[in-house]
């Protein structure tokens, strides 16, 4: 049971570069979540989507856009990388109902230079 | 506004102290508390939610909506503790506002 898998890993991109983070869910979950992890400032939610077909913004979208492919896969893309979004990222996937939390991925390390 | 407030960034203790995460937060409806968890280069994990009001790994936490707190405790701490420690509050579609964090590093 792999839960949420989040590829790649590890990502150098120069500036002005873009690429597509990946992650996708064997859970059968409803709702899915890219966040954003810097030091002292805790997770930050990038978008969500309640739903398949939904998405929608969370506290800190500039820069980044999201594709709910089905119910399984949420992409996040970086279309024009800024040193700003050297982060480290986390898909987050969640069955809505009263008290679930969320299963979270193993993250991907994004250095932009 | 939801908001989730961590007031300390790191709390070091000795090996079989207790110990006392500090969270306040901010919500005008009925909120859904969690507390989750982050060992060195791992994926966070769900430690504890406080409507299952159960004790997990030694710890637990009550909700206090007098003085809108959620503090996480443990009576004896151990090395394995060591970790980051996340609160969180939910508003609307499970959507998640965490706090800043706080570092918790257990000495032997």
């Known amino acids: 049971n792999a839960g949420v898998t989040q590829t790649p890993k590890f990502q150098v991109l120069k500036t002005g570069q873009s690429m597509t983070l990946q992650c996708a869910q064997d859970?059968?979950?409803?709702?899915m979540y890219w966040y954003r992890q810097d030091p002292g400032m805790g997770l930050r939610l990038i978008y969500y989507?309640?739903?398949?077909?939904?998405?929608d913004k969370g506290e800190v979208p500039n820069g980044y856009n999201v594709s709910r492919l089905n119910k399984r896969e949420f992409s996040l893309r970086l279309e024009s990388a800024a040193p700003s979004q050297t982060s480290v990222y986390f898909c987050?996937?969640?069955?809505?109902?009263?008290?679930?939390?969320?299963?979270f991925g193993s993250g991907t390390r994004l250095t932009v230079v | 506004a939801q908001r989730v407030t961590q007031p300390e960034k790191l709390l070091s203790v000795f090996k079989g102290a207790p110990v006392e995460l500090k969270c306040n937060y901010s919500?005008?409806?009925?909120?859904?508390l969690f507390w989750y968890v982050q060992y060195s280069r791992q994926r966070l994990q769900l430690l504890l939610r406080h409507i299952s009001r159960e004790s997990i790994k030694g710890f637990t936490a009550d909700l206090n909506k007098g003085e809108t707190s959620f503090h996480l405790k443990k009576p004896f701490a151990q090395e394995e503790d060591s970790a980051m420690y996340y609160c969180a509050l939910s508003g609307g579609f499970q959507k998640l506002v965490f706090g800043t964090g706080t570092r918790l590093l257990v000495s032997p």
């Open positions: 859970m059968n979950h409803n709702s």
């Open positions: 987050a996937s969640s069955s809505q109902g009263q008290g679930y939390g969320y299963t």
């Open positions: 919500y005008s409806g009925s909120p859904e």
């Open positions: 989507s309640a739903s398949e077909g939904t998405t």
